[in-house]
Nanobody
């Protein structure tokens, strides 16, 4: 199986910065797209940013220019650097990965989520 473990969430003041990380482990042959999604209370889970295996990135309009997604393929890790944070960025942030396993199966995997709270 494949596990995704997120870290780095927390409480930050408006205008501040935070970086969250997600490390994938387990029966991994290769990882295709990795990404971050977020879910605020009472709302659906929305795309924040994705990054392909060749590092092509895609961002939600609401975070363009403020958030940067990156990945370290050697470590099977994806990062989300969040700058100029706003209260509306408050949510549980979930890591996602599209993984080709050693059993030659392609699947989508999710982390357990990490809370990001932007408040003064």
């Amino acid at each position: 199986q494949v596990q995704l473990v997120e870290s780095g969430g927390g409480l930050v003041q408006p205008g501040g910065s935070l970086r969250v990380s997600c490390a994938a482990s387990g029966s991994i042959r290769s990882i295709n797209t990795m990404g971050w999604y977020r879910q605020a209370p009472g709302k659906e889970r929305d795309l924040v940013a994705t990054i392909s295996s060749s590092s092509t990135t895609n961002y939600a309009d609401s975070v363009k220019g403020r958030f940067t997604i990156s990945r370290d393929n050697a470590k099977n890790t994806v990062y989300l650097q969040m700058n100029s944070l706003k209260p509306e960025d408050t949510a549980v942030y979930y890591c996602h990965a599209n993984v080709f396993t050693r059993a030659l199966l392609l699947g989508n995997y999710w982390g357990q989520g990490t809370q990001v709270t932007v408040s003064s």
